[in-house]
């Protein structure tokens, strides 16, 4: 089949299903996108399978007319790898939530992105346990006041991507619920083989409101987000301003693009094959930089069930799978009417 | 326990002037007793003689040399008669070192011969083993027989030629001696030989040195017979046990680990489904792991997963896709994947999960066997979860097991744990291999068309499974999850009627499983008497030996022995209640008593045993006594 060929359209994606979330919450938009994006993939709803763990974010799979499967808490990556291995064909889309993927199925969540798992991994980071009610999570930060931590939170927060990059991720990608270019960050991670990461900024309108504000708000987005686009230069602030990397202290800066010459600015250009790069935009610290959205890194290695399938298949070359020879091996003797024959 | 016949002609088992021997093979960790006892017990039944073993080893895996804590040891039983245990006590001990005297030498039968290297009985090794003079010169052993042996320096003196270094040439000493217990035995060296020469093909000296060592300890036994000298008062002489009778047939020797990983393979061939085994490394389960993954022709994929939780929830994630998903583990493993069989029973994927049990709790004896996970199995979940438990009772019996694990798992659309021990696992026996043409097959039908009336996941057939549809297939796109859902749809409903509903309906399909079972049968003896002794698991061989001596004694006594622990076999509580007593023999504090108690209101007597090593015939045989007076 052709990719990108339309064979559906979005109703095709959705389920009868009512949708259970807070009015308002981040993972309304977040469904809309990708029951939006996936016609464009040119894709099957019955080659398509979303798993997701517990949490709210957790709930999505019961509102996409494909096979789904809600596991428990954190395992959903492991569920996912035991699918695919079972039939690599399957198109799988693991949906988790900050505390899902990175408190309970930190575990899990490293060892996929480690093995390199085909598959997109959609992490709702809305900094909060929502299900649970408003608990601190590994992403909330420091000085988060919740019922558990009414004196606000004391540990520091893990990075999704940092966490990811190191885990040896070959796809990283940053999003925002409501930001209309979430499609194109979906349809990268789609097509790239291998374990995808995504990282969506979600608002949990209950529990912690408006946490992104600062710099997805539409009104300042302009000069709060990184837009990337592989190939473009790093610009912002309508192309006032530019990230260059400062070649004595190896760190990246903001500098000033006079008349549009983001050459003479030292501006650099996004490869999203550049992993040092990557973790520089990754770790840039927001308020001094703008917050970097978009493909982050992308750089395709070979994939666990491809090495799986391939080493199967070899093993089992020439062989034939006689279940009576299969038990008759090693040493063996035989006994009679007689007695043994010795 | 190589053939039916013993078990079919229970009342009358053994020729004629039938024998047996217990040898027990014990040695520093180092000193590969565990290799020796396998290979002894190759040649063994090769012969024909029937056999059971009991590898007994350390958790340590290089403790240090010579200490009390590292003796590893590896008994076996041999006979010209049915054997069911690895024996009470040993005839014969072969003693490596002063620490392997220590630790065994108690469990020799009195006036048993030991085999000790005087040459390990130095200084040092006297002190690390706590001795304060020679046992070997002292005295102290005078109601045995006695046999010193240099075996260190006839070793080093028959790989001389190999131009080995000494430590290398002293690890020959293993096959010095199991080449005087084959002159013993009168047991051909060829299979050994053999075996050396391919377990060594890279490295031709070192198999050289072997079998020299091996050819050197024969001879050895042949010239000390004919020269009769003293060597320690013990005698060297010759003793051949004949074959025992079994079956006509084709025969191997298994064990556990090895039938469990057959049977796997056999069952998922026989539901027509390729196997999906995640694992996580732990004694003594890892073996399956590693028999499984060799086995890929087969369409067997394997996963190590970074965690038993990992491991069972990559096996549901392989079922939902159409495989057959399975995982196995110990205690401790078992225990973090409680949460993973709740999602399989909810979201009703088949699945089979393998307990090789060890000592517990925690850690416990990871090296020891015990019976102590009966009731994590039955009950050890959150929720009302049922699952169907099967226990195996032997290597032999393990193969079956696992088929029939694999057959409830499909066709009731259920995780199954399937409960072996550590004991089962690392025991080998003698095994009529079946012919599996005669291995009845259980294919399974996905649901592949919309039904009529449209998709409904979770309706159900007269078993109450439901439908298993693979992703995949156009149209039958379905979501589940460990959620409770309606009825039929499968759709989120924790509505109070509908969790009433799905509660029971969970409860009566596991129930339903005892509808498709055998009745239990009694395993000697009579339906109805004095004394039923119940058993499950590895109990059987001393249980079995314990009931046939005192049936021959003329006791009214049964051996029942369970195989299907959850749910139990449909007419149990009438046959118990058929005898005026009953005893539950268990490696644990009881737990078998207790189920039993509960299901059928009966005085199930408890006899326990929780020192890490089966029951002796002998203590079975003295709960008898008690319970018949
Ligand atoms: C084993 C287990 N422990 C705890 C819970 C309770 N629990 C459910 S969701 C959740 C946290 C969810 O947070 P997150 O993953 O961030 O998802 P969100 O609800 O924010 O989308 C917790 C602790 C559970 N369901 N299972
Ligand atoms: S609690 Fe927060 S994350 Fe959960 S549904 Fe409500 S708004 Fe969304
Ligand atoms: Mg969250």
Redesign the pocket.
């Given at each position: 089949m052709n990719e990108m060929t339309k064979i559906t359209t979005l109703k095709d994606w959705e389920t009868d299903q009512e949708v259970r979330w807070c009015p308002g919450c981040g993972?309304y938009a977040i469904l809309k996108a990708v029951q939006r994006t996936m016609p464009e993939l040119g894709v099957r709803p019955e080659d398509t399978l979303f798993i997701s763990?517990?949490?709210?974010?957790?709930r999505f799979p019961y509102y996409m007319e494909t096979y789904g499967f809600h596991t428990?808490?954190?395992r959903a990556p492991a569920v996912a790898t035991g699918a695919k291995l079972a039939n690599p064909d399957l198109d799988v889309w693991i949906i988790?939530?900050?505390?899902?993927?990175?408190?309970?199925g930190g575990n899990h969540t490293m060892h996929l992105l480690r093995r390199n798992l085909d598959c997109q991994i959609m992490l709702?980071?809305?900094e909060?346990?929502?299900?649970?009610k408003g608990?601190y999570?590994p992403?909330s930060r420091v000085g988060t006041t919740t019922p558990s931590t009414p004196y606000g939170s004391v540990d520091r927060p893990a990075s999704p991507c940092a966490f990811a990059l190191g885990a040896g991720a070959r796809f990283i990608a940053r999003g925002i619920d409501i930001h209309k270019d979430l499609t194109n960050v979906l349809k990268a991670a789609h097509a790239h083989k291998g374990a995808a990461f995504i990282e969506i900024f979600?608002n949990?309108i209950v529990?912690n409101k408006d946490v992104f504000e600062e710099f997805a708000a539409k009104k300042t987005a302009a000069s709060t987000q990184l837009l990337l686009g592989n190939g473009e230069p790093m610009l912002f602030e309508k192309g006032a301003k530019g990230i260059t990397l400062n070649r004595d202290t190896l760190e990246l800066e903001v500098v000033d693009v006079v008349d549009g010459d983001w050459q003479a600015a030292g501006v650099i250009v996004h490869d999203v094959t550049n992993k040092s790069v990557a973790h520089m935009l990754i770790d840039m610290p927001f308020g001094e930089f703008p917050m970097a959205i978009g493909v982050l890194y992308d750089d395709p290695r070979p994939t666990f069930e491809a090495a799986v399938v391939e080493q199967n298949a070899k093993a089992s070359e020439g062989k034939k799978p006689d279940l009576q020879s299969l038990l008759n091996k090693g040493q063996t003797w035989t006994v009679t009417e007689d007695g043994p024959e010795l | 326990m190589a053939t039916a016949l013993k078990q079919d002609e229970p009342n009358s088992p053994n020729p004629e002037g039938a024998e047996n021997v217990v040898v027990r093979f014990a040695g520093d960790s180092g000193d590969g007793m565990q290799l020796t006892g396998g290979q002894f017990t190759l040649s063994t039944a090769l012969a024909g003689s029937d056999l059971a073993t009991f590898p007994d080893f350390p958790a340590e895996i290089r403790a240090p040399q010579g200490t009390l804590f590292g003796v590893s040891a590896f008994q076996i039983n041999f006979g010209s008669r049915a054997i069911e245990t690895a024996g009470d006590e040993p005839d014969v001990l072969i003693a490596m070192n002063p620490a392997a005297l220590k630790t065994n030498v108690d469990a020799l039968r009195e006036g048993g011969l030991i085999i000790a290297d005087e040459g390990e009985f130095g200084k040092r090794n006297l002190d690390k083993a706590k001795y304060e003079t020679n046992p070997l010169e002292d005295g102290s052993l005078a109601k045995w027989q006695l046999l010193k042996l240099n075996i260190s320096q006839l070793t080093l003196d028959a790989v001389k030629p190999f131009g080995l270094g000494n430590k290398e040439a002293l690890r020959s000493k293993n096959m010095w001696t199991l080449g005087l217990a084959l002159w013993m035995f009168e047991r051909d060296r060829q299979p050994i030989v053999d075996w050396l020469k391919n377990k060594f093909a890279k490295l031709p000296a070192v198999a050289d040195a072997n079998i020299a060592a091996l050819n050197a300890g024969h001879a050895y036994g042949e010239t000390a017979e004919i020269s009769g000298d003293g060597l320690g008062g013990g005698h060297l002489t010759q003793r051949k046990v004949g074959a025992a009778p079994s079956a006509p047939g084709t025969y191997r020797t298994v064990t556990g680990a090895e039938s469990i990983s057959l049977g796997l393979v056999a069952g998922v061939q026989l539901a027509g489904l390729e196997m999906f085994f995640g694992g996580y490394p732990i004694t003594p389960a890892s073996a399956i792991l590693h028999h499984l993954s060799r086995l890929k022709e087969f369409g067997v994929t394997t996963f190590q997963a970074e965690d038993e939780i990992a491991a069972i929830a990559a096996a549901i994630g392989a079922s939902y896709a159409g495989k057959l998903g399975i995982t196995s583990s110990s205690g401790p493993g078992i225990a973090l994947k409680g949460?993973a069989m709740g999602l399989a029973i909810m979201t009703e994927l088949p699945l089979v999960i393998i307990n090789s049990q060890r000592g517990g709790p925690s850690t416990g004896l990871p090296t020891k066997t015990e019976q102590s996970d009966l009731y994590q199995a039955v009950y050890g979940r959150n929720g009302d979860a049922p699952m169907p438990v099967i226990a195996a009772r032997s290597p032999s019996d393990a193969f079956f097991c696992a088929i029939e694990a694999v057959r409830i798992a499909v066709q009731y659309m259920t995780p199954v744990m399937l409960l072996t021990d550590g004991y089962i696992a690392n025991a080998a026996e003698p095994w009529q291999i079946p012919d599996v043409s005669t291995l009845e097959p259980f294919p399974v039908s996905f649901l592949k068309d919309m039904p009529e009336g449209g998709l409904k996941p979770y309706s159900r057939d007269a078993k109450l499974a439901r439908p298993w549809i693979k992703p995949g297939t156009p149209e039958l796109m379905h979501r589940i999850g460990g959620i409770e859902k309606a009825i039929d749809t499968g759709h989120i409903d924790y509505a109070p009627a509908t969790h009433q509903q799905m509660t029971e309906i969970r409860r009566d399909k596991v129930l339903g499983v005892a509808e498709s079972i055998a009745d239990q049968d009694v395993a000697l003896g009579e339906k109805g008497g004095k004394l039923a002794v119940v058993g499950w698991g590895s109990t059987f061989g001393p249980i079995h030996q314990a009931v046939r001596r005192a049936v021959a004694d003329g006791k009214d006594v049964a051996h029942i022995h369970i195989r299907n622990i959850w749910p139990l076999p449909k007419n149990l509580g009438d046959l118990l209640k058929s005898y005026d007593n009953i005893i539950v023999p268990e490696m644990n504090t009881g737990q078998l008593k207790t189920l039993l108690r509960d299901q059928f209101l009966v005085d199930a007597k408890p006899v326990n045993k929780t020192s890490g090593q089966p029951f002796t015939i002998a203590e079975i045989d003295a709960a008898i006594e008690e319970n018949l007076s």
């Amino acid at each position: 089949m052709n990719e990108m060929t339309k064979i559906t359209t979005l109703k095709d994606w959705e389920t009868d299903q009512e949708v259970r979330w807070c009015p308002g919450c981040g993972d309304y938009a977040i469904l809309k996108a990708v029951q939006r994006t996936m016609p464009e993939l040119g894709v099957r709803p019955e080659d398509t399978l979303f798993i997701s763990g517990i949490g709210c974010s957790s709930r999505f799979p019961y509102y996409m007319e494909t096979y789904g499967f809600h596991t428990i808490h954190g395992r959903a990556p492991a569920v996912a790898t035991g699918a695919k291995l079972a039939n690599p064909d399957l198109d799988v889309w693991i949906i988790t939530g900050d505390g899902d993927a990175l408190s309970i199925g930190g575990n899990h969540t490293m060892h996929l992105l480690r093995r390199n798992l085909d598959c997109q991994i959609m992490l709702f980071n809305n900094e909060i346990y929502g299900l649970t009610k408003g608990q601190y999570s590994p992403t909330s930060r420091v000085g988060t006041t919740t019922p558990s931590t009414p004196y606000g939170s004391v540990d520091r927060p893990a990075s999704p991507c940092a966490f990811a990059l190191g885990a040896g991720a070959r796809f990283i990608a940053r999003g925002i619920d409501i930001h209309k270019d979430l499609t194109n960050v979906l349809k990268a991670a789609h097509a790239h083989k291998g374990a995808a990461f995504i990282e969506i900024f979600q608002n949990c309108i209950v529990y912690n409101k408006d946490v992104f504000e600062e710099f997805a708000a539409k009104k300042t987005a302009a000069s709060t987000q990184l837009l990337l686009g592989n190939g473009e230069p790093m610009l912002f602030e309508k192309g006032a301003k530019g990230i260059t990397l400062n070649r004595d202290t190896l760190e990246l800066e903001v500098v000033d693009v006079v008349d549009g010459d983001w050459q003479a600015a030292g501006v650099i250009v996004h490869d999203v094959t550049n992993k040092s790069v990557a973790h520089m935009l990754i770790d840039m610290p927001f308020g001094e930089f703008p917050m970097a959205i978009g493909v982050l890194y992308d750089d395709p290695r070979p994939t666990f069930e491809a090495a799986v399938v391939e080493q199967n298949a070899k093993a089992s070359e020439g062989k034939k799978p006689d279940l009576q020879s299969l038990l008759n091996k090693g040493q063996t003797w035989t006994v009679t009417e007689d007695g043994p024959e010795l | 326990m190589a053939t039916a016949l013993k078990q079919d002609e229970p009342n009358s088992p053994n020729p004629e002037g039938a024998e047996n021997v217990v040898v027990r093979f014990a040695g520093d960790s180092g000193d590969g007793m565990q290799l020796t006892g396998g290979q002894f017990t190759l040649s063994t039944a090769l012969a024909g003689s029937d056999l059971a073993t009991f590898p007994d080893f350390p958790a340590e895996i290089r403790a240090p040399q010579g200490t009390l804590f590292g003796v590893s040891a590896f008994q076996i039983n041999f006979g010209s008669r049915a054997i069911e245990t690895a024996g009470d006590e040993p005839d014969v001990l072969i003693a490596m070192n002063p620490a392997a005297l220590k630790t065994n030498v108690d469990a020799l039968r009195e006036g048993g011969l030991i085999i000790a290297d005087e040459g390990e009985f130095g200084k040092r090794n006297l002190d690390k083993a706590k001795y304060e003079t020679n046992p070997l010169e002292d005295g102290s052993l005078a109601k045995w027989q006695l046999l010193k042996l240099n075996i260190s320096q006839l070793t080093l003196d028959a790989v001389k030629p190999f131009g080995l270094g000494n430590k290398e040439a002293l690890r020959s000493k293993n096959m010095w001696t199991l080449g005087l217990a084959l002159w013993m035995f009168e047991r051909d060296r060829q299979p050994i030989v053999d075996w050396l020469k391919n377990k060594f093909a890279k490295l031709p000296a070192v198999a050289d040195a072997n079998i020299a060592a091996l050819n050197a300890g024969h001879a050895y036994g042949e010239t000390a017979e004919i020269s009769g000298d003293g060597l320690g008062g013990g005698h060297l002489t010759q003793r051949k046990v004949g074959a025992a009778p079994s079956a006509p047939g084709t025969y191997r020797t298994v064990t556990g680990a090895e039938s469990i990983s057959l049977g796997l393979v056999a069952g998922v061939q026989l539901a027509g489904l390729e196997m999906f085994f995640g694992g996580y490394p732990i004694t003594p389960a890892s073996a399956i792991l590693h028999h499984l993954s060799r086995l890929k022709e087969f369409g067997v994929t394997t996963f190590q997963a970074e965690d038993e939780i990992a491991a069972i929830a990559a096996a549901i994630g392989a079922s939902y896709a159409g495989k057959l998903g399975i995982t196995s583990s110990s205690g401790p493993g078992i225990a973090l994947k409680g949460e993973a069989m709740g999602l399989a029973i909810m979201t009703e994927l088949p699945l089979v999960i393998i307990n090789s049990q060890r000592g517990g709790p925690s850690t416990g004896l990871p090296t020891k066997t015990e019976q102590s996970d009966l009731y994590q199995a039955v009950y050890g979940r959150n929720g009302d979860a049922p699952m169907p438990v099967i226990a195996a009772r032997s290597p032999s019996d393990a193969f079956f097991c696992a088929i029939e694990a694999v057959r409830i798992a499909v066709q009731y659309m259920t995780p199954v744990m399937l409960l072996t021990d550590g004991y089962i696992a690392n025991a080998a026996e003698p095994w009529q291999i079946p012919d599996v043409s005669t291995l009845e097959p259980f294919p399974v039908s996905f649901l592949k068309d919309m039904p009529e009336g449209g998709l409904k996941p979770y309706s159900r057939d007269a078993k109450l499974a439901r439908p298993w549809i693979k992703p995949g297939t156009p149209e039958l796109m379905h979501r589940i999850g460990g959620i409770e859902k309606a009825i039929d749809t499968g759709h989120i409903d924790y509505a109070p009627a509908t969790h009433q509903q799905m509660t029971e309906i969970r409860r009566d399909k596991v129930l339903g499983v005892a509808e498709s079972i055998a009745d239990q049968d009694v395993a000697l003896g009579e339906k109805g008497g004095k004394l039923a002794v119940v058993g499950w698991g590895s109990t059987f061989g001393p249980i079995h030996q314990a009931v046939r001596r005192a049936v021959a004694d003329g006791k009214d006594v049964a051996h029942i022995h369970i195989r299907n622990i959850w749910p139990l076999p449909k007419n149990l509580g009438d046959l118990l209640k058929s005898y005026d007593n009953i005893i539950v023999p268990e490696m644990n504090t009881g737990q078998l008593k207790t189920l039993l108690r509960d299901q059928f209101l009966v005085d199930a007597k408890p006899v326990n045993k929780t020192s890490g090593q089966p029951f002796t015939i002998a203590e079975i045989d003295a709960a008898i006594e008690e319970n018949l007076s």
